[in-house]
């Protein structure tokens, strides 16, 4: 592996638990259209998916319906912030050892980039990253290779000096897209045999695993070229 400056980070499933919140905001949009959550589908199964493909792809709305139900998702999402949202065992204790170490932490996330920056705030990891790169409220940027892409023009980033972090084969595959090292963590949603499929670079079981990896590094400067 090259010399290690950056990394990004996914968000939910990686560095926080989310999936309480998520459901609660998602059973809150259906029942707003007087549909109801399916009991027979795992909340952990659409975590990842942008919010227009888990209504399009799992409950089949689109167009004006498909919006609302963003809508409404967003809305309870906001007024409930993070209830039971919690950040996973030895996340901050990373991050910081990351940063300490020299490296620039970046969030790559599907959540739109606004509130992926206030859940960060809100769960006190704002402090740890140098930028926030998010899906688009208009649903143009939502796939994850070109979230990842975003983030590397947006900050300046060089691909070889870069790791993304992520629970899902989607994180895997945008890693590969732009040409950055890819580590998966298991502790997340994505199901083991899921992310071996993706064939990332590493499979992590805790995120303290991380700073061994990465070669030795003197402090983040620009990247070579930039």
Not at 43 to 55: A, R, S
Not at 58 to 65: H, K, Y
Not at 129 to 138: E, I, K, P
Request: hydrophobic share 40%.
């Amino acid at each position: 592996m090259r010399e290690i400056h950056n990394l990004l980070f996914d968000l939910d499933g990686t560095l926080v638990d989310s999936s309480a919140a998520i459901r609660a905001s998602l059973t809150h949009a259906l029942e707003g259209l007087g549909s109801r959550w399916p009991e027979d589908l795992a909340v952990q199964t659409v975590i990842g998916m942008p919010l227009v493909d888990i209504f399009h792809e799992r409950f089949g709305l689109t167009g004006e319906p498909a919006e609302r139900a963003i809508a409404l998702y967003r809305a309870h999402y906001d007024t409930e912030a993070q209830a039971g949202t919690r950040v996973y065992d030895h996340v901050e204790t990373t991050l910081r050892a990351l940063c300490d170490s020299g490296r620039r932490l970046y969030l790559a996330t599907v959540k739109p980039t606004a509130v992926a920056a206030k859940v960060l705030r809100e769960m006190g990891l704002d402090g740890y990253f140098s930028g926030v790169a998010g899906s688009t409220v208009d649903h143009s940027r939502r796939d994850k290779g070109d979230i990842i892409r975003h983030a590397l023009q947006r900050y300046g980033l060089q691909a070889p000096h870069s790791v993304m972090v992520g629970d899902r084969d989607k994180d895997i595959h945008g890693a590969r897209r732009n040409g950055l090292y890819a580590v998966a963590v298991t502790y997340g949603f994505g199901s083991p045999e899921e992310l071996r499929a993706a064939g990332p670079d590493h499979l992590v079981g805790c995120c303290s695993e991380l700073p061994g990896l990465l070669p030795p590094a003197g402090r983040a400067g620009p990247d070579p070229g930039h």
